[in-house]
């Protein structure tokens, strides 16, 4: 089951998005919708509300009083923080139950929460994809004095109540952005559920990887830092053995040029808890990648059995991603560590890498696959690069516990 988290800004557009959504075929789960149920009249959440905020912000059949609440917190940062403390909790809970609910009536299902504090609750590790609802801020302005007859001040303070718009994309893997018509969101929505949402819930049902094709091309990305980091805090909960989620490989060197391709290495304690964590990946969106067991050995560490691990690879087809399962100390593991730290605080041996990526780029070009590419570096990997990075590594004194600068 694929989990969307679904936010924006007030006025942005996420409304029509989550609807439009819903009838592509979504199960929806509206935050919103969930925090109007917990304070219904009789609900404990309504009892602690007028508890924490005075009889005044009930009516007088007992209900909640949503503008005289809302008057009270907005210009609050401490009311508000109050108000959520009571609410979100059990917002989550219905939202759980409603998930489950989706999951026994559909194992495929594709479950959208529509969340307007997703970033500022910290929600974002919490799903598989966040598609962010996105708008300027005078477009949003406009639409909530013109379409819900705020005043203008009105307006600047619930904007002011989330998170800038900023920190709001960055924590996003998609981001949409709603400064046209209603039917340009509406078309942008049902492509982003035809190109990557559906084959990403499919990928996940039949536990495989997203479909790569084509030889290297390589290129610059800065948000490449930003996009391995949510995913390394996705990783890092799924599971107690999980021992960490370190960004490693060329995408995590700055300006070195490669294949928009992030590697991550995961550590275990051992290979059986890579193993048992097999199906836990898959339901996060890495399914295994069968036939690779282990990495090519060095000179130095010439045993085949030392340098064994488990690959995953992305079910995501709009972020390709190799997951390296390595057991801590093992070669492998500290290769993937000390090479990255190397090249980050060595010009002559990154030029050198550079230049010996672009030479297996061009003649791999053509390619049908990166496959080609990738065994073409190996000898540089094994026989240049592994005795420099051990007189390097005695000479620095490096450990994998060290810090190094990114």
Same mark, same amino acid.
């Given at each position: 089951?694929?989990?969307?988290?679904?936010? $924006?800004?007030?006025?942005?557009?996420?409304?029509?998005?989550?609807?439009?959504?819903?009838?592509? $075929?979504?199960?929806?789960?509206?935050?919103?919708?969930?925090?109007?149920?917990?304070?219904?009249?009789?609900?404990?959440?309504?009892?602690?509300?007028?508890?924490?905020?005075?009889?005044?912000?009930?009516?007088?059949?007992?209900?909640?009083?949503?503008?005289?609440?809302?008057?009270?917190?907005?210009?609050?940062?401490?009311?508000?923080?109050?108000?959520?403390?009571?609410?979100?909790? +059990?917002?989550?809970?219905?939202?759980?139950?409603?998930?489950?609910?989706?999951?026994?009536?559909?194992?495929?299902?594709?479950?959208?929460?529509?969340?307007?504090?997703?970033?500022?609750?910290?929600?974002?590790?919490?799903?598989?994809?966040?598609?962010?609802?996105?708008?300027?801020?005078?477009?949003?302005?406009?639409?909530?004095?013109?379409?819900?007859?705020?005043?203008?001040?009105?307006?600047?303070?619930?904007?002011?109540?989330?998170?800038?718009?900023?920190?709001?994309?960055?924590?996003?893997?998609?981001?949409?952005?709603?400064?046209?018509?209603?039917?340009?969101?509406?078309?942008?929505?049902?492509?982003?559920?035809?190109?990557?949402?559906?084959?990403?819930?499919?990928?996940?049902?039949?536990?495989?990887?997203?479909?790569? +094709?084509?030889?290297?091309?390589?290129?610059?990305?800065?948000?490449?830092?930003?996009?391995?980091?949510?995913?390394?805090?996705?990783?890092?909960?799924?599971?107690?053995?999980?021992?960490?989620?370190?960004?490693?490989?060329?995408?995590?060197?700055?300006?070195?040029?490669?294949?928009?391709?992030?590697?991550?290495?995961?550590?275990?304690?051992?290979?059986?808890?890579?193993?048992?964590?097999?199906?836990?990946?898959?339901?996060? $969106?890495?399914?295994?990648?069968?036939?690779?067991?282990?990495?090519?050995?060095?000179?130095?560490?010439?045993?085949?059995?030392?340098?064994?691990?488990?690959?995953?690879?992305?079910?995501?087809?709009?972020?390709?991603?190799?997951?390296?399962?390595?057991?801590? $100390?093992?070669?492998?593991?500290?290769?993937?560590?000390?090479? +990255?730290?190397?090249?980050?605080?060595?010009?002559?041996?990154?030029?050198?890498?550079?230049?010996?990526?672009?030479?297996?780029?061009?003649?791999?070009?053509?390619?049908?696959?990166?496959?080609?590419?990738?065994?073409?570096?190996?000898?540089?990997?094994?026989?240049?690069?592994?005795?420099?990075?051990?007189?390097?590594?005695?000479?620095?004194?490096?450990?994998?516990?060290?810090?190094?600068?990114?």
């Amino acid at each position: 089951m694929l989990r969307v988290g679904l936010t $924006g800004g007030i006025a942005a557009g996420k409304s029509l998005a989550a609807s439009t959504l819903q009838e592509l $075929g979504a199960v929806l789960i509206d935050a919103d919708q969930l925090a109007r149920t917990v304070v219904e009249p009789g609900t404990e959440g309504l009892l602690e509300i007028a508890e924490a905020f005075g009889p005044e912000v009930l009516q007088e059949d007992g209900s909640l009083d949503r503008p005289a609440l809302g008057a009270r917190i907005f210009a609050d940062p401490d009311g508000r923080a109050r108000l959520n403390a009571i609410i979100h909790p +059990r917002v989550r809970r219905e939202a759980a139950v409603a998930e489950a609910t989706a999951h026994s009536a559909s194992a495929d299902a594709v479950v959208v929460h529509d969340i307007p504090l997703l970033v500022e609750t910290g929600q974002e590790d919490s799903f598989h994809l966040v598609l962010v609802i996105d708008a300027p801020h005078q477009t949003r302005l406009r639409r909530m004095v013109e379409n819900r007859a705020m005043t203008e001040e009105e307006a600047l303070n619930r904007i002011g109540a989330q998170a800038d718009s900023g920190t709001r994309n960055t924590a996003a893997d998609v981001v949409l952005h709603n400064a046209g018509t209603p039917a340009d969101l509406a078309a942008e929505v049902r492509n982003l559920w035809q190109q990557r949402i559906l084959p990403f819930a499919r990928n996940i049902e039949q536990r495989q990887r997203a479909e790569r +094709r084509g030889g290297p091309a390589l290129v610059q990305d800065r948000d490449w830092p930003r996009q391995a980091s949510l995913l390394i805090r996705r990783l890092t909960r799924i599971d107690p053995r999980v021992l960490g989620v370190e960004h490693i490989g060329s995408t995590s060197i700055p300006g070195l040029r490669a294949k928009d391709v992030l590697d991550l290495q995961l550590t275990v304690a051992s290979l059986q808890d890579a193993d048992g964590l097999s199906d836990a990946l898959a339901e996060a $969106g890495y399914p295994r990648l069968p036939g690779i067991r282990q990495d090519t050995p060095t000179a130095e560490v010439p045993q085949p059995r030392m340098w064994q691990k488990r690959l995953h690879c992305n079910a995501d087809p709009g972020r390709p991603v190799n997951l390296h399962v390595r057991v801590a $100390g093992s070669p492998g593991w500290e290769y993937a560590l000390a090479f +990255r730290d190397w090249l980050r605080t060595n010009p002559d041996m990154l030029a050198a890498y550079a230049a010996e990526k672009d030479r297996c780029a061009a003649i791999h070009r053509g390619d049908a696959t990166l496959a080609g590419y990738a065994a073409c570096k190996e000898d540089w990997f094994t026989t240049f690069a592994a005795p420099r990075l051990n007189t390097w590594k005695n000479d620095a004194g490096w450990s994998p516990g060290r810090s190094v600068p990114r």
